[in-house]
Each structure stands twice: as structure tokens, then as C-alpha cells.
């Protein structure tokens, strides 16, 4: 029940900063329910291999292509702003570690496919692009933010997951860490 002040008038205010006080646990609740909606419970573990992985005209991305590497998993599209800033610095992680790190750009609207290549090759990109397979769905579920990305270790561990753009150096930090993990 909140305080009141009397006034000269005989009638009770309610005391200032009531109203402060609700609206901060009404900002505190928005940005919960955003938090929760763009935060996700990664796997603790991904196999690459039963992910099915094909690529964007539908042939299947040999398991070997993953053998004995660290993997990459991004999630993006070619309309995003975001994903369009951080791909030269995935091209470039490809090229510096080709041996021990595989990159996989997951398109998950067909829509976007054409566009997605096209925009791969007009940046020098050689990394493969994948299609969202359900195998995919199960292991990681609803993507809502693209980009989305999954740092693989060897042996399928996701050592980090993000939603967003991360800063170069971090994700040239996250790479050499699942390069060097066990």
C-alpha cells in the first residue's frame, strides 16, 4: 500500500518517487523477457557429423571436411548488417588456420541462398555455407538473432556461444582457444 503526504488541503498525495519506482521494475521485467529471448542454453556438446550438414544446393558436406579440426558453426544471412561486418574476419581466420579450423556459414531462408552466395564470393569468402538441416534444429534449436555462433573444440565441445557481432580480437581469442583445445 503506498504512503501518503498530507496536504494543506486535507488530502493525501501519494509520496514522490512511487512513480520512479514502478517504472523501474517495469524496465527491470522488459528487459528481462529481452535478455531471455535473445540468450539461449547452448549445447554443452555438438557432433558436427550427425549434423547432416548440406550445402546450399543441397549436397551433402563430406565428414571429412571436419576431421581432427576445430569447428565454427555461424549462423547468418546476407541482409544482416552484423553478420556482413564480421565476415571478412571469418575468411580471414579460415585462411590463417585452413589445417586446424573449418568455418560453416549456416543460411537457414532459401530465400537467401543466392544472395548469401554471391555475397561469399564478392568478399573472397571460401568457407562452406550450409543449409539449417533439422538435424541442426534438435542440437542448437530456434535461431532468433543472427548472427548466431558456435566455437567448437576437436572433439564437438562448444567452448563459447554468441549471439551478435563479438569485437575481431575476440574473435580471433575464441578461435585460438578451440584450435589449441583438447
Not at 10 to 39: A, D, M
Not at 104 to 114: A, E, F, L, R
Not at 123 to 138: I, V
Request: with cysteine.
Amino acid at each position: 500500500m503506498p504512503q501518503h503526504n498530507a496536504t494543506a488541503t486535507g488530502r493525501s498525495e501519494p509520496r514522490k518517487g512511487t512513480g520512479r519506482v514502478t517504472l523501474l521494475l517495469f524496465l527491470t521485467f522488459v528487459g528481462f523477457e529481452v535478455w531471455k529471448t535473445i540468450h539461449f542454453r547452448a549445447p554443452k556438446q555438438i557432433d558436427v557429423v550427425q549434423l547432416h550438414l548440406r550445402d546450399l544446393r543441397g549436397a551433402p558436406i563430406s565428414n571429412a571436411t571436419f576431421a581432427g579440426k576445430a569447428v565454427l558453426l555461424n549462423y547468418w544471412a546476407p541482409w544482416c548488417g552484423p553478420c556482413k561486418l564480421e565476415l571478412p574476419w571469418l575468411a580471414q581466420l579460415q585462411r590463417e588456420h585452413a589445417d586446424d579450423l573449418v568455418i560453416v556459414g549456416i543460411v537457414d531462408d532459401p530465400q537467401d541462398y543466392q544472395d548469401a552466395v554471391a555475397y561469399m564470393q564478392s568478399k573472397g569468402a571460401t568457407y562452406p555455407l550450409a543449409q539449417l538441416s533439422p538435424e541442426m534444429h534438435d542440437a542448437v534449436g530456434d535461431m532468433h538473432t543472427v548472427p548466431t555462433t558456435f566455437y567448437l573444440s576437436r572433439n564437438g565441445h562448444v567452448m563459447h556461444s554468441i549471439n551478435g557481432v563479438v569485437p575481431e580480437t575476440v574473435l580471433k581469442h575464441w578461435v585460438n582457444e578451440i584450435i589449441a583445445a583438447q
